[in-house]
Protein backbone atom coordinates (compact mmCIF):
# COMPACT_ATOMS: atom_id res chain seq x y z
CA UNK A 1 0.00 0.00 0.00
CA UNK A 2 2.55 2.63 0.57
CA UNK A 3 4.61 1.67 -2.50
CA UNK A 4 1.23 2.48 -4.33
CA UNK A 5 0.62 5.73 -2.64
CA UNK A 6 4.53 6.80 -3.19
CA UNK A 7 3.79 6.09 -6.85
CA UNK A 8 1.00 7.97 -7.29
CA UNK A 9 2.44 10.85 -4.97
CA UNK A 10 5.34 10.65 -7.11
CA UNK A 11 3.66 10.45 -10.50
CA UNK A 12 0.98 13.38 -9.44
CA UNK A 13 3.89 15.42 -8.45
CA UNK A 14 5.79 14.85 -12.13
CA UNK A 15 2.44 15.64 -13.89
CA UNK A 16 1.86 18.65 -12.03
CA UNK A 17 5.43 20.08 -11.77
CA UNK A 18 7.20 18.04 -14.15
CA UNK A 19 5.07 19.29 -17.08
CA UNK A 20 8.02 21.46 -18.19
CA UNK A 21 10.52 18.06 -17.99
CA UNK A 22 8.17 16.52 -20.02
CA UNK A 23 7.56 19.16 -22.52
CA UNK A 24 11.45 19.91 -22.70
CA UNK A 25 12.34 16.11 -23.38
CA UNK A 26 9.77 16.30 -25.87
CA UNK A 27 10.94 18.97 -27.87
CA UNK A 28 8.18 21.12 -27.07
CA UNK A 29 7.66 24.63 -25.55
CA UNK A 30 8.00 24.98 -21.80
CA UNK A 31 5.86 27.36 -19.59
CA UNK A 32 8.51 29.73 -19.56
CA UNK A 33 8.93 30.23 -23.40
CA UNK A 34 4.83 30.14 -23.83
CA UNK A 35 5.43 32.89 -21.34
CA UNK A 36 7.69 34.95 -23.10
CA UNK A 37 6.02 34.53 -26.46
CA UNK A 38 2.65 36.21 -25.03
CA UNK A 39 4.45 38.67 -23.47
CA UNK A 40 5.98 39.47 -27.18
CA UNK A 41 2.80 39.24 -29.33
CA UNK A 42 1.01 41.50 -26.70
CA UNK A 43 4.04 43.80 -26.74
CA UNK A 44 3.45 43.73 -30.33
CA UNK A 45 0.06 44.36 -30.54
CA UNK A 46 0.31 47.38 -27.99
CA UNK A 47 2.93 48.74 -30.24
CA UNK A 48 0.79 48.37 -33.48
CA UNK A 49 -2.36 49.83 -31.72
CA UNK A 50 0.04 52.67 -30.71
CA UNK A 51 0.29 53.54 -34.29
CA UNK A 52 -2.71 52.89 -35.81
CA UNK A 53 -3.34 55.61 -33.53
CA UNK A 54 -0.82 57.79 -34.55
CA UNK A 55 -1.53 57.08 -38.18
CA UNK A 56 -5.52 58.25 -38.17
CA UNK A 57 -4.38 61.72 -35.93
CA UNK A 58 -1.82 62.58 -38.88
CA UNK A 59 -4.95 61.69 -41.29
CA UNK A 60 -6.98 64.66 -40.22
CA UNK A 61 -3.59 67.05 -39.33
CA UNK A 62 -3.56 69.76 -41.57
CA UNK A 63 -0.45 69.72 -43.65
CA UNK A 64 1.10 73.58 -44.68
CA UNK A 65 4.16 74.34 -47.41
CA UNK A 66 7.39 74.68 -46.44
CA UNK A 67 9.16 77.70 -47.00
CA UNK A 68 11.43 77.24 -50.54
CA UNK A 69 10.76 73.42 -50.91
CA UNK A 70 7.17 73.34 -52.37
CA UNK A 71 6.34 70.24 -50.01
CA UNK A 72 3.55 69.29 -47.83
CA UNK A 73 4.45 68.64 -44.43
CA UNK A 74 2.43 67.97 -41.37
CA UNK A 75 1.94 70.95 -38.57
CA UNK A 76 0.63 70.19 -34.99
CA UNK A 77 -2.99 68.89 -34.63
CA UNK A 78 -3.40 71.91 -32.05
CA UNK A 79 -4.18 73.93 -35.00
CA UNK A 80 -7.07 71.81 -35.17
CA UNK A 81 -9.17 72.89 -32.83
CA UNK A 82 -11.59 74.73 -34.77
CA UNK A 83 -14.95 73.33 -35.77
CA UNK A 84 -15.61 74.95 -39.14
CA UNK A 85 -13.40 75.84 -42.11
CA UNK A 86 -14.08 78.14 -44.98
CA UNK A 87 -12.54 75.41 -47.74
CA UNK A 88 -11.76 76.51 -51.02
CA UNK A 89 -10.57 73.39 -52.99
CA UNK A 90 -10.51 69.45 -52.51
CA UNK A 91 -7.89 67.64 -54.32
CA UNK A 92 -5.94 63.67 -54.72
CA UNK A 93 -2.57 65.53 -55.61
CA UNK A 94 0.00 67.41 -53.58
CA UNK A 95 0.89 69.29 -56.51
CA UNK A 96 -2.64 70.89 -56.97
CA UNK A 97 -2.92 71.25 -53.32
CA UNK A 98 0.47 73.56 -53.49
CA UNK A 99 -0.59 75.63 -56.18
CA UNK A 100 -4.14 76.23 -54.44
CA UNK A 101 -2.28 77.08 -51.42
CA UNK A 102 -0.36 79.77 -53.36
CA UNK A 103 -3.08 81.24 -55.00
CA UNK A 104 -5.03 81.83 -52.22
CA UNK A 105 -2.94 83.37 -49.76
CA UNK A 106 -3.83 86.80 -48.14
CA UNK A 107 -7.58 86.22 -48.88
CA UNK A 108 -8.52 85.12 -45.24
CA UNK A 109 -5.94 83.81 -43.18
CA UNK A 110 -2.72 81.56 -44.38
CA UNK A 111 -3.90 78.72 -46.25
CA UNK A 112 -3.45 75.31 -44.87
CA UNK A 113 -4.87 71.40 -46.13
CA UNK A 114 -6.19 68.51 -44.62
CA UNK A 115 -5.81 65.41 -45.77
CA UNK A 116 -8.91 63.33 -44.84
CA UNK A 117 -8.81 59.49 -44.47
CA UNK A 118 -10.48 58.68 -47.63
CA UNK A 119 -6.91 60.67 -49.23
CA UNK A 120 -8.79 63.75 -50.46
CA UNK A 121 -6.87 66.89 -49.31
CA UNK A 122 -8.70 70.11 -48.62
CA UNK A 123 -7.65 73.39 -48.78
CA UNK A 124 -8.95 75.66 -45.76
CA UNK A 125 -8.01 79.57 -46.18
CA UNK A 126 -9.91 80.10 -42.19
CA UNK A 127 -10.58 77.93 -39.44
CA UNK A 128 -13.71 78.99 -37.23
CA UNK A 129 -15.13 78.15 -33.82
CA UNK A 130 -18.86 79.16 -34.77
CA UNK A 131 -21.15 78.72 -37.98
CA UNK A 132 -21.84 82.46 -37.57
CA UNK A 133 -18.14 83.37 -37.96
CA UNK A 134 -17.41 80.80 -40.36
CA UNK A 135 -20.60 82.03 -42.48
CA UNK A 136 -18.84 85.71 -42.50
CA UNK A 137 -15.43 84.63 -43.34
CA UNK A 138 -17.14 82.10 -46.12
CA UNK A 139 -19.08 85.62 -47.71
CA UNK A 140 -15.45 86.98 -47.96
CA UNK A 141 -14.01 84.38 -49.59
CA UNK A 142 -16.82 84.14 -52.27
CA UNK A 143 -15.43 87.48 -53.77
CA UNK A 144 -12.41 85.34 -54.55
CA UNK A 145 -13.22 82.52 -55.29
CA UNK A 146 -17.44 82.11 -56.12
CA UNK A 147 -16.51 78.08 -55.15
CA UNK A 148 -15.42 78.38 -51.82
CA UNK A 149 -17.44 76.60 -48.89
CA UNK A 150 -18.09 75.51 -45.06
CA UNK A 151 -16.59 72.19 -44.11
CA UNK A 152 -17.56 71.02 -40.24
CA UNK A 153 -15.06 69.06 -38.51
CA UNK A 154 -17.02 66.06 -37.02
Known amino acids: MDR ?10 LL ?12 MPTS ?7 EKIIAAQKAAAKK ?5 DTLAAPV ?7 TLTLVPRSELDKVYY ?26 MAFKLPSGLKLVSIGGYQTLEEAR ?10 PQAWVYKKK
Open 32 to 38: KQIAEKR
Open 52 to 56: DTLKA
Open 136 to 145: AAHQQALKAD
Open 64 to 70: KTEAGKG
Open 16 to 27: FSGCDWVREKLD
Open 86 to 111: VIVGAFNSDDLVLLSMESHKGILQEP
Open 4 to 13: KLLTVLALSA
